[in-house]
């Protein structure tokens, strides 16, 4: 924990590894519950749609991150690309094998950071579905995911974690410990939000959502039990992403995972009661998807740093997030006419943000405070000044080529119908729009 | 494992701490499954509510147990507040710092055992909340929820669990190794149950419950899949719960998992199957509903003495339990008129109760098994003699204050709409309650 | 990993043990998948029977193999029955004692055993639940699922994995490492997956399902989003699965585990993927069931060799799964004339077995490949030729018995109304037949 220090891997002993590997086995839950979320947040008619859109983020993210994604994601202290600025030497990329090839898939922190990665790339791929719900075609998503998954997921993953230029500007500038993030605020939920932001952008507004003056129309998710079960499973996850993260790319001993826990709950729990209370105040009443969108905003920004939290700091991370989530999500709504159904953009690149900021904020890392600041704020403005072009213009000439947007028939028809060819739901009556309660 | 030991902490290898840790993640399951459950044994007019309030019970009673709670329970071999009773010192609260200052949060069993605690009162909180169904306030539930994660629960986990008089009894008084309870089917599930029993009674029934000469109506479940998946998750979670709560509260070796996790299968399959089978012959068809509460309450029955059972005697433990479960919920709605939604009370307190009797009746202990009936019973009594009185007064003063039950229109609107403004399913056609299958 | 190994016991330590029972802990999340994708496939009228049937499964399959089936099954290296043939011993049957009397249950390699067959016999019972689907009444589901965990199952499991004569193929006869199959796509899939198909012989196809030309008329799932949750958890379950077995069975080194799971998803990835596009170009559409069955038949198919395959062969494994599932599918619907609502026998049976041959063509485990082929075929052979005929025996006298379909009223009126008194979601308007999607 000493300042300056080089990115470098942790040495486990056999428990420790034991102790990663099967906390990164909790993560695919994460994914369970962002997807229930996803699918319960949008239309019933685009239901089995949303959990398709889930299932294929998954799959093609786990192939495409297995056969390019880690070759250029790689891991600390392997040799890299790198520029040489100034007299020291800066990693950009990683020129680890394609496919794994001879890689030793074993309890070393290399091999359990492949299969961590293999898993939180899926985690980033599903943020955007939740913004790109019920209009968002099926194979774009996957060639999206393929981007995502191939190019600027381990781009950023490698400054951040995989021993690249950001994390060494610690041992090169001096900056506190280089970039810190445990479990992924910026790397994976801010590259996930900024991505949503692009698809929302690219894709434009659901029909029906803005009326000719702009005014939106609150279009309600159709399952709200399914909502708020996600968020229990993502909790699960979210302890195992934050503690597997922290012990492979920031060292931290085993015994800091009881910490990350607490921590990690705790923020969720605050940010959930803190969402349910805003919307009380704003609305009369708590707003359950709201408060469903708090829980998980707690998680997001607990990543970064719940290994260097006390208990009480958490719980203000957790706060703020949960206020953060609501005012920003009417923001992008109102004043910026963005449709983001499921709220990805203010929950995972916003509190994300925030997240990485809590480092140097409320963080107990034993660092230089000033030097820290500055490289969670230069990871920042990587994320929002190079990535997010990055991930639109990726996602802008993806559309050029294979139109993102289904066609009108398909957002009146529902996506489940016009493009799987089967509802959800086929024995339910479903009402009309007209009747929806609002 | 000999007799009349004191209350102490495990000492903990490195690889029995990770085991106890990952035992621990496993307990979250539990709080999704009886969430699930009590969503699904619900009316869908209210389905949103019940999982909020899931949501927010997890949320209130992890802060408060945070700030609050822990430093009431403490943890055995640590000074707290006694009593001098007959030239013996008999611990009654803990004396810990507030919100965790300054404890170390490693892997050391004090740490487990909060982290533990944080999510297993939890649990304790959901249980209330299914027999609230319908007509709990939000705002009462977090209220309610605060009282028992800050003051009822830890007051007696710190007896049975915090080296506290119960489990001094052993020393003090000869009485076996004091009240045992290994997983909570007492400090727990009784806690829980008796809270839930106190909030039936301060509610009342829903409206249309009771005819005018008294005769229960049924009101049967919204979404019997919901409840039937939360009987496996519970499952999983409870093998957690009860290997982890063994571990740290019985200092019982690692491998006693292995049975330990047979047993609680075991008792939750033989108590669901004699659920079926009972109802079967009262019904002419086995049941769903009842099944799903028997599956748990052989899980309740299973905690205290999962541990020290022969596979043979954990059959024995859920059969009984799984016929109790059905004969007792039909004996409080006809005879008491009590109308208790989820079964909270017959599966959690009653089974609990059973559960804590079992570790006497056959558990293997190895112990002077008089004297280790009289401590178990004593810890009975104490539940039902000390904490539902607690838990029912602070209940109705609760209830002074601040109305728990709704108003009428809430009622009649359901909980979703009246409450949160909207339904948990806003886009499917639901019947009148004159065309409810009954 | 020397050839013409006897089968033996692995030796743990203490690390590698609790890893292991640990694996052995996320194997019920298989079973909730399955349950899932069971109930979701099926129709409304009997989702809670479906579920009710998961859950009665999973309770008698633990019960009768405690009871007896493990007697039966064994572990290696224990004395068991055996016949001397051309001056060899082969072991046919074990001769553990009943309900588990005096067996140590602690962390040693074959009490590990006994709790993950417990889970995975449950496993191989959910198999032809799905294929009995709206027609298999509950009292003959528990009375096959006893024949299977009490019979059939250790019949095989003893064979292949309790030391057994397929297993002695390696030492006996030089066949490679004798029958090969870590997780069990042969010992549980294809057991499991050749019951189904007794029991869709046995029943006969669902009233409706096929005209009187013979053309059958597809009844699709009642949820979608159910059954690609189930996938998800399927996903995780099966991690624990594959690694837990190839640890206890085939005892490789923990290390194993890393690439066990990354395989394993690689392999589902795949599957699900190859069935997509299959879909896609054969109907136009992707087909969002077909795309779940393509998940769970590449899980399947990853059972056997996960251990031993690289990253790419695994992406193979799952491909020609994916196309496998998909075509067998047809194949058995319009040619056979078999009713298989779930695809249970393309799925488990057919991938099951290219998994079992997946060893063989694909795996990296060092031994002789020609005699490695001969000891998969004759396993293969062993299953097909002496497995089925005694499943399809045992469930066509337990027809003569006790009639394993339900009577005409309950199949118009469905299962949840008929068998157990109550739908699954009473509350919600349902259509006619007369109105499904199509």
Chains 1, 2, 3 share one sequence.
Not at 299 to 317: C, E, N, T
Request: with cysteine; aromatic share 8%; net charge neutral.
């Amino acid at each position: 924990m000493t300042p300056f220090v080089a990115p470098s891997l942790p040495s486990f002993s056999e428990v420790s590894a034991v102790l990663c590997l099967l906390l990164i086995f909790l993560v695919p839950f994460a994914g369970a519950g962002l997807a229930l979320i996803n699918s319960g947040l949008g239309r019933s008619r685009s239901a089995a749609h949303a959990m398709m859109g889930a299932l294929c983020v998954a799959a093609v993210s786990a192939l495409v991150y297995v056969v390019i994604g880690f070759a250029w994601q790689g891991v600390a202290a392997r040799p890299d690309h790198a520029l040489t600025i100034a007299g020291k030497s800066w990693g950009w990329i990683a020129t680890e094998p394609f496919f794994l090839r001879g890689l030793r898939l074993d309890l070393s922190p290399s091999a359990l950071i492949i299969l961590l990665q293999m898993f939180s790339v899926a985690l980033a791929g599903m943020i955007p579905l939740s913004s790109g719900s019920d209009r968002w075609r099926l194979g774009a998503i996957c060639a999206s995911t393929a981007l995502l998954a191939g190019c600027t997921y381990p781009l950023f993953a490698h400054w951040a974690w995989g021993g690249g230029w950001l994390a060494q500007l610690g041992l090169n500038s001096g900056l506190g410990r280089g970039f810190v993030d445990g479990g992924g605020s910026g790397t994976i939920q801010v590259v996930g939000g900024v991505t949503a932001l692009a698809i929302t952008w690219i894709l434009g507004p659901r029909r029906g959502k803005f009326s000719a003056e702009g005014m939106p129309a609150a279009l309600p998710g159709h399952n709200v039990v399914l909502v708020l079960l996600g968020c229990v499973f993502a909790g699960i996850g979210w302890i195992g992403l934050n503690s597997a993260g922290a012990m492979l790319f920031l060292s931290v001993e085993p015994g800091r995972v009881v910490l990350i826990a607490i921590d990690t709950t705790l923020c969720a729990a605050s940010s959930g009661l803190a969402a349910a209370v805003v919307t009380r105040v704003r609305f009369g009443r708590p707003d359950a998807s709201l408060t469903a969108n708090g829980w998980i905003a707690g998680l997001v920004a607990s990543s970064a740093a719940a290994a260097f939290l006390k208990p009480a700091a958490a719980v203000i991370v957790g706060g703020v997030a949960g206020i953060l989530v609501v005012l920003v999500a009417d923001f992008l709504e109102f004043q910026l006419a963005i449709d983001d159904p499921g709220g990805a953009v203010s929950v995972h690149a916003v509190c994300g943000v925030w997240g990485v900021l809590g480092v140097a904020l409320l963080g107990d890392a034993g660092v230089s405070v000033a030097g820290q600041w500055l490289a969670q704020l230069v990871g920042i403005a990587t994320l929002l000044g190079f990535i997010f072009p990055l991930t639109y213009g990726l996602n802008w000439l993806l559309d050029r080529v294979y139109r993102q947007r289904v066609r009108r028939e398909g957002e009146l028809q529902g996506m489940d119908l016009f493009e799987l060819g089967a509802g959800a739901y086929p024995e339910f009556d479903i009402h009309g729009d007209d009747l929806l309660q609002r």
